[in-house]
């Protein structure tokens, strides 16, 4: 590698780096702010650069939280892929994909669902669509064709009862209990006194519930 083509290298890493700093830095900022009162200059302190440089990368706040989000969407898109190619029925898949929500409460991913949650809510209260939407628009896209190729065998491999529409309710359940999930993550910290139960507990719970409707 010559010279030129070297340092071109070095340029794009050290630009790609940047932008990784950048991005967990906002992560970290978002998760102890709140999207509304985070700034740019926070995130430029947390990232210990200049708030020019921010600028830079993300000319609004906007398109920061979008990449933010899209970035932890995209993190999570391996695990979903892992589950849809086990060769095991489609009932055990299923299961599978319940217990990776419920693994995205505990306390090692609780940010991410949290900022995740924070998010949908932030965007379904604006008039308009936010710049750089239909990047993470395009990521739960694949993760909902993920979900197809899994419900799809569902209806062919005996797992699941025939008595039912297969697609409908299994898309049902994976985003209610995708929904409930990410509700409990934001909400672990303050719980009620009286439910006495934990986030998991209870979606290991409603886990059960749903397994035993389907099984055939």
């Not at 999207?35 to 210990?48: F, I």
């Not at 932890?72 to 095991?88: G, K, N, R, T, Y």
Request: with cysteine; net charge neutral.
């Amino acid at each position: 590698m010559g010279p030129k083509n070297r340092w071109e290298q070095e340029r794009l890493e050290g630009k790609n780096q940047r932008l990784t700093d950048i991005l967990e830095a906002a992560k970290r900022v978002f998760v102890r702010k709140g999207l509304d009162k985070s700034t740019m200059q926070d995130v430029a302190k947390e990232a210990n650069i200049g708030v020019a440089t921010v600028f830079r990368y993300f000319p609004k706040k906007e398109k920061l939280i979008v990449a933010v989000a899209t970035q932890i969407l995209e993190s999570q898109m391996s695990a979903f892929e892992v589950i849809a190619q086990m060769p095991v029925p489609c009932l055990v898949k299923v299961e599978k994909l319940l217990d990776l929500f419920i693994s995205f409460v505990t306390e090692e991913h609780s940010d991410n669902t949290k900022l995740i949650e924070a998010f949908e809510s932030y965007t379904s209260l604006l008039h308009e669509p936010m710049e750089d939407i239909a990047a993470y628009e395009e990521v739960s896209r694949r993760l909902n064709g993920i979900y197809s190729d899994i419900f799809a065998q569902g209806q062919t491999d005996g797992s699941i009862r025939s008595d039912i529409s297969v697609d409908a309710y299994l898309r049902s359940i994976a985003n209610t209990f995708g929904t409930v999930s990410k509700k409990l993550s934001a909400q672990r910290y303050h719980i009620l006194p009286h439910l006495k139960m934990e986030p998991e507990e209870q979606l290991h719970i409603l886990k059960r519930i749903f397994l035993d409707f389907l099984r055939a």
